[in-house]
């Protein structure tokens, strides 16, 4: 067993099996079962290049021995990196078969969150594209691969430069995999997080695919759903919210946008007859504009989803309209509990609430600051425990006291309130975080970052509002030398190499903070302070 992964305890196990949630299937057996089922079909497709679902499993299998012959084993970390690109399913199923476990990083992510994933999981590879979006991501793999002594191999996507190519790696060999059970941990997926670094979010095949069952159930996937991905697919809505996890267990076809853009995504849409896909509020906000003045044929859509942050309801109620298709909220977390609005609901709960949860195993209280249940219509903090939602982070005891009650339930850290129809409706939120437009940015994870830079004295970061992005960040901070400048704090962080949506969007320095009455800095009186400056402004 992985150490500092703590396993769901045997009473869960068999309540979960007993109860028909968990079925022992495995990514591996799913793909399987579709080479056989759907034989001829296309899997997935980029808009030029396809591949059916039985090359899909060859191309695995070949996979699978190359990573075999180059050393990786069953719970080896590998940090996966690649974009919407047809060999992230290859890289990803291949070492579902193996048992290796892919840490799911984003494109975005830069030297600091690669190297601390490579580090805290102790990493034996790390899988890159060669450039992607003008980004030269050899370049980061060679700024941190003598930093991390386990990382044995980085493997290349396209032009390799001295690294391990890819495409080398599919092998003829007749390889013997391990066996994999349901219970086996599948992969880490990365939480947005709230205090320090991201945290590791653990996933067995069992949890994983249950909550891409009840998913495909919900949301009508099937054989015929054409499916667009176009946020990243390492992402967990994208990846399991059906996503294309979902798509793939219900045999229909996956077709990858490298971009979000309408002007790449419309005439995928065309092209490919998509039926459903996936979007944050602010692309949502994007599409709706480009609609108007479109001439590609988006008649095929049928369900647009919106989630990841709160979609207002003048955006939610534009949607359905603009596309004449179906809106569906999707109010979910890479920790588990995801909520949906029905496609058979009323419009005034499609536009007003974010859904409600997809299980009648889920189990949700709204609690006050004390852990007392709060009554129905009360705004609160949302708790979940049920079959798809981890009861602990990897390898992190002390902040899983924290994140987890006593009870076993995680705490969201998202206050909402209940509909007398049970369904939720999310307020706001009591952690430590900035979600800017579906990014979700750890403000102590930046704070730490910028005291790290001389001539700082103190800094807190908070939200303010935006109204294409839902956020942007602000961080206040108290300098202890004149000349620092806003770009001086910024440069910094950039040559640090962090993501650049963590990057301030707007810098204030102040002479001091306020605090609260227990003596903390007063993030709520920052958050009003930033406020009405900027609506004095506009
Ligand atoms: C308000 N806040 C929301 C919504 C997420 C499906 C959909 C989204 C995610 C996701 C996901 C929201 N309205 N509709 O993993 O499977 C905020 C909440 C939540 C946090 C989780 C999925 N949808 N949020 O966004 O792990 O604050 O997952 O706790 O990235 O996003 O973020 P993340």
Redesign the pocket.
């Known amino acids: 067993m992985l150490e500092g992964y703590k396993p769901w305890p045997e009473n869960l196990r068999k309540y979960y099996q007993e109860t028909g949630c968990w079925t022992g299937e495995t990514f591996g057996g799913i793909l399987e079962q579709q080479a056989r089922d759907r034989k001829d079909s296309i899997a997935i497709t980029d808009g030029e290049k396809s591949i059916t679902y039985q090359q899909l499993d060859e191309r695995v299998n070949k996979l699978a021995a190359g990573f075999m012959k180059l050393g990786i084993e069953k719970e080896d970390r590998v940090v996966l990196q690649l974009p919407n690109t047809i060999e992230f399913f290859e890289v990803c199923f291949a070492l579902f078969r193996i048992g290796a476990l892919p840490v799911f990083a984003l494109p975005l992510h830069r030297k600091m969150e690669i190297s601390y994933f490579c580090e805290f999981t102790a990493a034996k590879a790390y899988i890159i594209p060669d450039v992607f979006d003008k980004f030269d991501y050899r370049d980061l793999a060679n700024e941190i691969n003598n930093s991390i002594p386990t990382l044995e191999h980085t493997i290349v996507a396209g032009e390799t430069d001295n690294f391990i190519s890819l495409e080398e790696l599919y092998m003829d060999d007749s390889a013997s995999f391990p066996t994999i059970t349901g219970s086996d941990l599948a992969f880490f997926q990365l939480?947005?997080g709230s205090t320090g670094l991201p945290k590791l979010i653990p996933r067995t095949h069992d949890e994983y695919i249950y909550s891409l069952r009840k998913s495909v159930e919900i949301c009508r996937i099937s054989q015929d759903t054409n499916f667009l991905a176009v946020l990243p697919v390492a992402?967990?809505?994208t990846m399991?919210?059906p996503g294309v996890f979902g798509v793939i267990y219900a045999g229909g076809k996956i077709i990858l946008s490298k971009y979000p853009s309408p002007d790449v995504a419309f005439p995928l849409i065309e092209k490919e007859k998509v039926d459903f896909t996936s979007l944050v509020p602010p692309l949502a906000i994007v599409w709706l504009q480009a609609q108007k003045r479109t001439k590609a044929d988006l008649r095929s859509l049928e369900v647009i989803q919106v989630?990841?942050?709160?979609?207002s309801v003048e955006v939610a109620k534009q949607i359905g309209p603009a596309f004449h298709c179906k809106l569906q909220?999707?109010?979910?977390?890479?920790?588990g509990l995801?909520n949906y609005t029905r496609l058979d609901d009323d419009d005034e709960v499609v536009i007003h609430t974010?859904g409600k949860p997809m299980s009648a195993y889920d189990e949700i209280r709204i609690v006050d600051e004390e852990d007392n249940e709060l009554p129905v219509g009360e705004t609160g903090q949302l708790q979940a425990r049920g079959p798809y939602t981890i009861i602990g982070y990897f390898n992190v005891e002390d902040h899983n006291a924290k994140a987890f009650t006593s009870d076993g339930f995680y705490r969201?850290?998202?206050l909402v309130k209940l509909t007398e129809e049970g369904y939720l409706i999310?307020e706001g939120?009591d952690k430590d975080q900035i979600?800017r437009g579906?990014e979700?940015i750890a403000a102590e994870e930046v704070e730490n970052y910028i005291l790290s830079l001389s001539g700082i004295h103190d800094v807190a970061m908070v939200s303010m509002p935006d109204k294409f992005l839902g956020e942007r960040s602000c961080a206040f901070v108290i300098k202890n030398d004149e000349e620092l400048t806003s770009n001086d704090i910024k440069d910094f962080l950039q040559h640090k190499g962090i993501a650049n949506f963590k990057i301030p969007d707007r810098i204030e320095f102040v002479d001091r903070f306020p605090y609260t009455a227990l003596g903390k800095v007063s993030k709520k009186n920052l958050r009003a302070m930033i406020k009405e400056k900027i609506t004095q402004k506009s």
């Open positions: 939480s947005g992402h967990n809505f399991s919210s989630g990841g942050a709160k979609c909220q999707v109010f979910g977390m890479a920790e995801v974010q969201t850290g998202d999310v939120r979600n579906g979700k």
